[in-house]
Nanobody
């Protein structure tokens, strides 16, 4: 079992930045994938980015690269999402997810085995 806990969400003005954190506990492996998704009101989960604990590569969703940066601290089992130049369209619940040793990084919701409870990000315009 893997437990994921997100933090760092909140209210920010348009153009501002936030950094989300996801702390993982339980059984994890260096090739496990960690990812960030988000779900805006009335929409499905949208893939943002993924990274392995060993950091050998990253993957970003369409239109996510540039303003969003995923990183990890494998020693402390924490994954981060740096979000810059936020707009009202970024308002959503942001989720951290974990997939057990995938062959390749991906953004498919159903492939992820564990999910955090989510953290709300609200961007005021």
């Amino acid at each position: 079992q893997v437990r994921l806990v997100e933090s760092g969400g909140g209210l920010v003005e348009a153009g501002g930045s936030l950094r989300l954190s996801c702390s993982a506990s339980g059984r994890t492996y260096s090739r496990d994938a960690m990812a960030w998704f988000r779900r805006a009101s009335g929409k499905g989960r949208e893939f943002i980015a993924a990274i392995r604990w060993n950091g050998d590569n990253t993957l970003y969703g369409d239109s996510m690269k540039g303003r969003f940066t995923i990183s990890r601290d494998s020693t402390n089992r924490t994954v981060y999402l740096q979000m810059n130049n936020l707009s009202a369209e970024d308002t959503a619940v942001y989720y951290c997810a974990s997939e057990l040793t995938p062959v390749s990084l991906n953004g498919y919701v159903r492939r992820y085995n564990y999910w955090g409870q989510g953290t709300q990000v609200t961007v005021s315009s």
